[in-house]
């Protein structure tokens, strides 16, 4: 018996490697801690009045926040370990195995752990207070969709510790991935832990998408609508026809790994190529679905510390909704050398350029927007700019690999690593950053600290450089990609030694920004600047019409849009002299907490730790607990309520009292 | 939320029990078609694989207009307009993958 377990453990935890031993420590001790203080200070009940079962979209952008940033640690973690073990030739630190997992886990985790649910967060705390309205169109459902992205995450960063982590690529090409080349449960979780969150993401798509149709306040026409708003209602669209690509794929895989289906396989009929294929249809649109949320949050950025009005804001508006549907069309560009017909790479490479156009009419909308505006150097705005330069040499780069014949030399090269880190952490993490600093106001009620946060940002942005222009250059010198090392014993060193440990060291110093963040985070909690006006910014549109933090309803009287900009011509008009018109208050109906989404999400992530370790006993159950939740869910009516008249009175009184 | 949903709650019909269980038959009838042809081997492989494509088809059209009431709803039609891109994609999928696969014919 005790030998049956002893065996069972070995197996079934990931042994042999002190780094792994140091995490189990950690995941035990915080998991201890975190129990300890809640239970101290009896917040168990709080914990899930006021988080667990909420549905309040500004909570839950809350909740994305912090588990975005959780996994910005974690991934951070795996490119430090991964630059680690570059930074010199023949270096010890990780095994050949470990460097395949962390690489895995980097580019995963990186993607759809952290930009996806930071994109989310943002979109979730930013949307419904933009557009005048109470909450997302799909209250409910909206809590669900962080559920299951919370638990999928959860389960794909067990693998770390229990079973081992997945190991072929952040893709998982077949036929790699497949059951005769990795045998163990690693894929398995890379499988589930994206199926599970992405149920969750393609929720949110069509939530906010339906939120951005049917609930602007009223006047405010598709054209009168915030460019963020713009850029979300253009990602939802994309996540909406990309996510289910992905989601048929990753079953297909599934398919061939749990039932010896033959749809990738090298025989039988199967083709690994059309895996690469399909994924692509989905990745490619995804690498628009984070960015483009980016370039909103520039657009409110900079015309609010231009202290302009955008620069055209229909060719903005425009420019979106075409790039929303030509990264559709874009896709081969990822595998060029895969050896399809002259006439395929050449379209592929034409839209690909194409695609950079409208990216550059917004870059010039921003470029005069600033243009004779009374800038402000606010952090927001220190990110924005850090972000156009940066993102224009990420995009130069991107041409050149659009070139077919060219992309041969860089294919799989550190070229490549270059330029999509180039624009993801330029445009994406920079933009999504600055929409924190911007945003986090109207969110917690409070600044975040100037002189941290302009260390954290020149931390970053420096050590941006320093890690990645070497390795431009390393592309060229030869050195390619998912290499764990390069002793000159194996002919592989073609002396790329210096360059390597220079950027080494720019990775540690973005590892030094982000802690700053936390310092800065920490520190402000307690030292920030409070905001009682609730229009720090001196803002333009409607969440900073509201106090901050905004009340649970966001509104007290819905918002009435005449123009454009519609918060700032409520302060022109306001010096002008001309008085709002009396407004009544009235009842407002909202939607009632469940905990449905918790117990569904669950009950998902135990089905999927069964399909993993193939365990039907405990997939099954999991299954049918899902099952019921939907039923559950199906049959209960009393679902919302009205706040009455007195107590938005006094929730009102209250919060005016504050910061008028 | 509320002054938006009170706005159009009854507008929206949401079909009728007939409806319903026409649509549900319809799909059954429609699924048991190719089972009944593949398990019996009824036709030969290219009536087959179009039998299959017709009976999809029809399936699609069914749910359409049965389940995801695609007639209803108020001007913009923002469900057909989704329904169009849809189309757009599927058949960016479909016929985009058999052109950049033809070079398997071509290269074994």
Redesign the interface.
Same mark, same amino acid.
Request: charge should be negative; glycine fraction near 6%.
């Given at each position: 018996m005790w030998e049956n377990i002893k065996e069972f453990a070995s197996t079934f935890f990931v042994t042999g490697d002190p780094l792994i031993y140091g995490a189990d420590v950690a995941i035990v001790l915080t998991s201890i801690a975190i129990v300890f203080v809640l239970t101290y200070f009896k917040k168990w009940k709080w914990l899930w009045t006021e988080w667990i079962t909420t549905v309040d979209h500004k909570k839950i952008g809350i909740m994305y926040l912090i588990a975005s940033l959780l996994m910005l640690f974690r991934g951070g973690v795996d490119a430090l370990l991964m630059r680690t073990q570059l930074a010199l030739p023949n270096m010890k630190f990780l095994q050949a195995d470990h460097y395949n997992a962390v690489f895995t886990t980097h580019g995963t985790i990186m993607i759809l752990f952290m930009a996806m649910p930071l994109m989310f967060a943002l979109f979730n705390l930013v949307v419904p207070l933009q557009l005048g309205?109470?909450?997302v169109a799909y209250p409910f459902l909206n809590s669900m969709s962080f559920w299951l992205f919370l638990m999928g995450a959860m389960l794909f960063n067990l693998s770390f510790v229990i079973g081992g982590s997945p190991d072929a690529g952040w893709l998982s090409y077949p036929p790699l991935s497949e059951l005769s080349h990795s045998p163990g449960v690693g894929q398995n979780f890379y499988i589930w832990g994206i199926q599970i969150s992405g149920i969750g993401s393609l929720a949110t798509g069509i939530n906010f998408l339906v939120t951005i149709?049917? +609930?602007r306040a009223?006047g405010m026409k598709m054209m009168k609508m915030p460019l963020f708003s713009w850029s979300v209602l253009s990602s939802s669209?994309m996540i909406?026809?990309a996510f289910p690509?992905l989601t048929v794929t990753l079953a297909l895989l599934f398919l061939d790994r749990f039932l010896g289906a033959h749809f990738f396989t090298m025989d039988m009929g199967g083709?690994p190529?059309?895996y690469v294929?399909?994924i692509w +249809?989905w990745g490619h649109p995804e690498v628009y679905i984070v960015v483009i949320p980016a370039f909103g949050i520039f657009s409110e950025v900079v015309a609010t510390f231009s202290k302009k009005k955008i620069f055209g804001y229909k060719s903005m508006v425009f420019s979106m909704m075409l790039i929303s549907?030509v990264s559709?069309?874009t896709?081969?560009h990822h595998f060029f050398t895969?050896?399809?017909?002259a006439n395929?790479n050449v379209f592929f490479a034409i839209s690909t350029m194409v695609i950079g156009i409208p990216t550059g009419v917004k870059i010039f909308n921003w470029l005069f927007t600033m243009f004779r505006g009374r800038i402000t150097i606010s952090q927001p705005m220190l990110w924005t700019l850090g972000f156009i330069p940066c993102f224009v040499v990420g995009g130069a780069t991107g041409v050149m690999l659009a070139v077919a014949p060219a992309d041969y030399q860089y294919h799989n090269s550190y070229f490549l690593i270059a330029h999509f880190h180039q624009v993801l952490i330029g445009g994406v993490v920079f933009g999504y950053l600055a929409g924190m600093y911007y945003w986090w106001p109207k969110v917690f009620g409070f600044k975040l600290n100037d002189r941290l946060g302009k260390w954290a940002f020149w931390l970053w942005n420096i050590g941006f450089y320093v890690c990645f222009m070497p390795q431009y250059a390393l592309g060229f010198m030869g050195m390619t990609r998912r290499l764990y090392t390069y002793g000159s014993d194996t002919g592989w060193d073609l002396g790329w030694a210096p360059l390597n440990m220079v950027s080494t060291v720019g990775a540690f110093l973005m590892g030094l920004g982000f802690i700053f963040q936390v310092w800065q985070i920490s520190y402000s909690i307690k030292n920030g600047e409070r905001d009682l006006t609730g229009d720090p910014w001196g803002g333009r549109t409607l969440e900073w019409s509201i106090p901050s933090p905004a009340p649970m309803y966001n509104f007290a009287v819905?918002p009435h849009v005449t123009t454009d900009d519609a918060w700032w011509k409520v302060k022109e008009d306001r010096e002008k002299g001309i008085k709002p018109a009396p407004v009544k208050l009235?009842?407002?109906?909202?939607?009632k907490n469940s905990a449905i989404p918790f117990i569904m999400s669950v009950c998902w992530f135990v089905a999927g730790f069964g399909f993993v370790f193939d365990w039907m006993w405990m997939a099954i159950p999991g299954l049918v607990g899902v099952g019921i939740c939907l039923l559950a869910r199906s049959f209960s009516y009393d679902t919302d309520y009205?706040i009455p008249v007195d107590e938005i009175e006094r929730t009102e009184a209250a919060l005016r009292g504050r910061t008028v | 939320?509320?002054?938006?949903?009170?706005g159009h709650e009854h507008a929206e019909g949401h079909g009728s029990l007939k409806s319903y269980v026409l649509g549900f038959i319809f799909s059954i009838v429609l699924t048991i078609i190719p089972l009944v042809i593949v398990m019996n081997g009824l036709l030969n492989k290219t009536q087959t694989v179009i039998t299959i494509m017709i009976m999809a088809i029809l399936q699609l059209i069914v749910q359409l207009f049965f389940f995801m009431h695609i007639r209803e709803g108020e001007k913009p039609r923002?469900n057909v307009m989704?329904l169009i891109?849809?189309v757009i994609?599927v058949f960016?999928?479909v016929a985009?993958?058999i052109?950049?696969?033809?070079?398997?014919s071509?290269?074994q």
């Open positions: 309205a109470r909450d149709l049917k +609930m009223p669209i909406i026809f690509i083709n190529m059309m294929n399909l +249809m549907i559709f069309f896709w081969v895969m050896g399809s017909s395929v819905e009235e009842p407002i109906h909202m939607p009205y | 939320m509320s002054q938006h949903q009170t923002w989704t891109v849809g994609i960016t999928v985009g993958s052109w950049i696969m033809s070079f398997n071509t290269v």
